[in-house]
């Protein structure tokens, strides 16, 4: 029972003598003096702009079949910092760039400012956006702000006033479905 201890320990310093040997000469390790220096070139530089740019995504109408799709644009990430739900607002009345897709909103709406207060995100718009055709437009405008604005992840409802002013056509807070009820 000894002498098979000794074989098995001996057989082991073997294949690791045999591993070290073979790492020894098949691994060179080249030795740099401190006044080397290994320049690294990628293939494409990287801006200034593009290393502050940030993805957001936005809600439009598809042209042919009238429902909600969604378009991704890059955005200055500083601009985020100062009003995020206005920005983000802001680009959707900007409207698309893809011309499979349309603006939810009615031509020269504005929005004047958006706050948060308890994860709900008031909205402040001009009279403008009360000129919507039909309640299936106003349905799309509410569901294009809440889709672009609950990204944010504290932003649970919006609420939209007009001119700092409740309005009856769009009276109420719009809340977010959440996926875990």
Same mark, same amino acid.
């Given at each position: 029972?000894?002498?098979?201890?000794?074989?098995?320990? =001996?057989?082991?310093?073997?294949?690791?003598?045999?591993?070290?040997? +073979?790492?020894?000469?098949?691994?060179?390790?080249?030795?740099?003096?401190?006044?080397?220096?290994?320049?690294?070139?990628?293939? !494409?530089?990287?801006?200034?702009?593009?290393?502050?740019?940030?993805?957001?995504?936005?809600?439009?109408?598809?042209?042919?079949?009238?429902?909600?799709?969604?378009?991704?644009?890059?955005?200055?990430?500083?601009?985020?910092?100062?009003?995020?739900?206005?920005?983000?607002?802001?680009?959707? =009345? !900007?409207?698309?760039?893809? !011309?499979?897709?349309?603006?939810?909103?009615?031509?020269?709406?504005?929005?004047?400012?958006?706050?948060?207060?308890?994860?709900?995100?008031?909205?402040?718009?001009?009279?403008?956006? =009360?000129? +919507?055709?039909?309640?299936?437009?106003?349905?799309?405008?509410?569901?294009?702000?809440?889709?672009?604005?609950?990204?944010?992840?504290?932003?649970?409802?919006?609420?939209?006033?007009?001119?700092?002013?409740?309005?009856?056509?769009?009276?109420?807070?719009?809340?977010?479905?959440?996926?875990?009820?």
């Amino acid at each position: 029972m000894n002498k098979r201890k000794i074989i098995i320990i =001996l057989l082991i310093l073997i294949i690791i003598g045999l591993v070290v040997y +073979f790492i020894a000469n098949n691994i060179s390790i080249t030795k740099t003096t401190d006044d080397e220096y290994f320049n690294y070139t990628p293939q !494409e530089e990287i801006s200034d702009k593009q290393s502050k740019e940030t993805p957001i995504t936005l809600f439009f109408i598809a042209k042919e079949s009238n429902q909600l799709k969604s378009e991704g644009k890059l955005i200055d990430s500083s601009d985020l910092l100062k009003n995020p739900y206005k920005l983000l607002v802001e680009k959707l =009345l !900007e409207g698309p760039s893809d !011309e499979s897709l349309k603006s939810v909103f009615p031509e020269n709406t504005r929005i004047i400012d958006a706050n948060i207060t308890n994860n709900c995100v008031t909205l402040n718009f001009s009279e403008e956006i =009360l000129n +919507f055709s039909d309640e299936t437009q106003k349905y799309n405008i509410i569901n294009s702000l809440l889709n672009t604005l609950s990204q944010l992840t504290e932003v649970n409802s919006i609420k939209i006033l007009i001119n700092n002013e409740t309005s009856e056509q769009i009276d109420q807070e719009y809340s977010v479905i959440s996926e875990n009820t």
